[in-house]
């Protein structure tokens, strides 16, 4: 938790006060050929670059990684014309010897199995590591890796999670637990794993929650919980975040609505994001930042999805919060385009500033192949903050920074609100509820206690849907 701490104390100190700002995406470019098949895009960012490996197919199967953020830099990493590679996926470790661990599927011992090879410098990779070892002869037919390092894959209909483990030169999995059976679609974030299971010809969503046994010093899966029913649709799908903190956030389409979930084990919330009337939703992507700028603390503000399918599918994107700011057509070929995916990249102005770039990258169709296309968008991590015009017209606070007492003045032009006082790490340090309606300029002091750490706090004022917040320093 302290590291945690550390960073969103860091996040938060170049967040301060920078109006809400978004950037129309750029014009789209294909950025591949058009005379192979290219899938499965996955995009991280690498020091001040953001690296794509993608899978090629065509008289030989490739893992290929371009730089995007110049477009170059396009090396194939993993090619055999003998067996195939597929779905290839990062984590970064940050060794001194080697940069992280590609992760692709493999059939190289006569089935599919899940693989990972260190990554060096030089763009050359180690050797290939089977990350299952116990699957004699059966196949892994997808796969998801969280955050905190665990793990689920699919065999035969079979949902499994298990805990990823790095050991000197050895990648592999243990405590392998079977999730769900006659089930698919299975996506871990940090320590929720969410899946799809047909029942009574309808595709419902589950989740669990990965806990951990300090007596027997390890995890277990908690009993499964039902979220949602949604037909045959097969859009179950996670965020990815800039920086890996915070709740989670599971996304899918239930009757052309998009649905979000964002909570817990102890925490649930369930929201709606616009799709600006949309006709024909399909598969969705979304990012979204994780940093406790508003309440409830983490807050989507890019979202993709495909409407239309055949020849006239589209990618068009929403952002701000939950969707509800602004809606484009970010693709607008003569040829279909699906499966967009979103990707934070690098920094705008270096590693630690406040921009961060955005990604959508799909898939276009074109002369019987598929091509990869991509459009970017420029994203201020303290977005979710309300513009300072706003603030002025409601929330002031007085001294900041401030050592001992807070005056918070607060304008809540006649509504029923409340204010809560939150912590850097999350927690609410003060709440005052069922503050009076009035046109006038009130106030509330905070004393702080002993206990209340040295450090950022977030200043929330709710009136009744709409969220007004600012940031202070306590020394």
């Known amino acids: 938790m302290k590291k945690y701490t550390l960073l969103l104390i860091f996040i938060l100190s170049v967040c301060v006060s920078f109006s809400q700002d978004y950037f129309e995406w750029s014009e789209e470019q294909l950025i591949t050929d058009t005379l ?37 830099d396009i090396v194939p990493v993993l090619e055999s014309e003998s067996f195939n590679y597929a779905n290839p996926s990062f984590i ?23 693989y990972a090879s260190k990554y060096y410098e030089n763009d050359s990779v180690g050797e290939s590591i089977a990350v299952c070892k116990n699957l004699q002869g059966e196949d892994i037919t997808e796969y998801s890796v969280s955050e905190e390092s665990f793990i689920t894959f699919l065999i035969d209909s079979l949902v499994y999670v298990a805990e990823l483990k790095f050991y000197s030169d050895s990648v592999y999995t243990e405590n392998e637990t079977i999730v769900d059976s006659s089930s698919y679609g299975a996506k871990v974030k940090f320590r929720e794993v969410c899946w799809q299971k047909q029942v009574d010809g309808n595709s419902n969503i589950f989740i669990s929650y990965l806990k951990y046994n300090e007596d027997a010093e390890e995890f277990y899966l908690t009993v499964a919980s039902y979220l949602d029913s949604i037909g045959n649709s097969h859009s179950l799908d996670k965020s990815s975040s800039v920086f890996g903190w915070g709740y989670n956030h ?15 084990s102890s925490f649930d919330q369930y929201d709606t994001i616009n799709n600006f009337d949309q006709e024909d939703v399909r598969q969705i992507s979304m990012v979204n930042w994780d940093i406790a700028v508003k309440y409830p603390y983490e807050l989507p503000h890019y979202l993709a999805f495909t409407v239309n399918q055949g020849e006239s599918a589209e990618i068009f994107s929403s952002h701000g919060e939950f969707g509800m700011e602004d809606s484009a057509q970010i693709s607008n070929n003569s040829y ?9 990249g690098e920094s705008v102005n270096g590693w630690g500033t406040e921009a961060y770039y955005v990604y959508c990258v799909w898939q276009s169709h074109i ?62 340090v003060a709440d005052y509820k069922h503050l009076t309606p009035s046109n006038n300029w009130e106030y509330v002091s905070w004393q702080t206690l002993e206990h209340n750490s040295k450090g950022i706090y977030v200043v929330l004022l709710t009136i009744g849907s709409e969220q007004i917040s600012t940031i202070v320093v306590l020394n």
């Open 92 to 114: 970064w470790r940050g060794n001194p010897d080697y940069i992280g661990y590609l992760f692709y599927l493999s059939d190289m011992d006569g089935y599919n199995n899940l």
């Open 250 to 264: 599971f996304c899918w389409i239930n009757n052309n609505y998009i649905k979000v979930y964002s909570g817990s």
């Open 336 to 344: 279909m385009d699906e499966y967009p995916n979103l990707f934070f």
């Open 36 to 72: 192979s098949d290219y899938s499965n895009p996955f995009v991280i960012p690498i020091a001040y670059d953001a690296w794509m490996f993608y899978q090629k197919n065509d008289a030989r199967s490739s893992i290929i990684k371009m730089n995007l953020t110049t477009i170059n």
């Open 367 to 428: 002369n019987g192949n598929i091509a990869l296309s991509m459009s970017k968008a420029k994203a201020w991590i303290g977005s979710s903050i309300k513009e300072n015009i706003k603030t002025d017209n409601y929330l002031k606070v007085s001294p900041n920074p401030f050592t001992d007492r807070l005056k918070i003045s607060y304008n809540n032009h006649n509504r029923v609100s409340n204010i809560k006082i939150i912590s850097a790490v999350g927690s609410i």
